[in-house]
């Protein structure tokens, strides 16, 4: 069974910093895409960042790039997700999400196309 668990949430000052993961577990390989999502109050879930199975693509929503650095760790089965310059309007909870398909432009976008998702860590950034 495949499991995604998150971790690093917090509350955080705005302009700081935060690192999230997402270990991966119950995949028999790699050979994976992941993305992640978040979910602010009220609002759809909308996609941030995501990372082909190599960690040699990756793609990132207009309002997060610059700020945003998504990467993995196949060793530890890990995927991370670097915030910098941190908004009150980034927070939200981050979800991570592992496909199977190869995924190019808007396919990242399409939360369909995701095979298993985690169960989200909140973070807060305050003004």
């Known amino acids: 069974q495949v499991q995604l668990v998150e971790s690093g949430g917090g509350l955080v000052q705005t302009g700081g910093s935060l690192g999230l993961s997402c270990v991966v577990s119950g995949r028999t390989s790699s050979r994976y895409s992941m993305g992640w999502f978040r979910q602010a109050p009220g609002k759809e879930r909308e996609f941030v960042a995501g990372?082909?199975?190599?960690?040699?693509?990756?793609f990132y929503a207009d309002s997060v790039k610059g700020r945003f650095t998504i990467s993995r760790d196949n060793a530890k089965n890990t995927v991370y997700l670097q915030i910098d310059s941190l908004k009150p309007e980034d927070t939200a909870v981050y979800y991570c999400?592992?496909?199977?398909?190869?995924?190019?432009?808007?396919?990242?976008?399409?939360?369909?196309?995701?095979?298993?998702w985690g169960q989200g860590t909140q973070v807060t950034v305050s003004s």
């Open positions: 990372i082909n199975w190599s960690g040699g693509r990756t």
């Open positions: 999400a592992s496909t199977s398909n190869v995924m190019y432009g808007s396919d990242w976008y399409v939360q369909t196309k995701y095979n298993y």
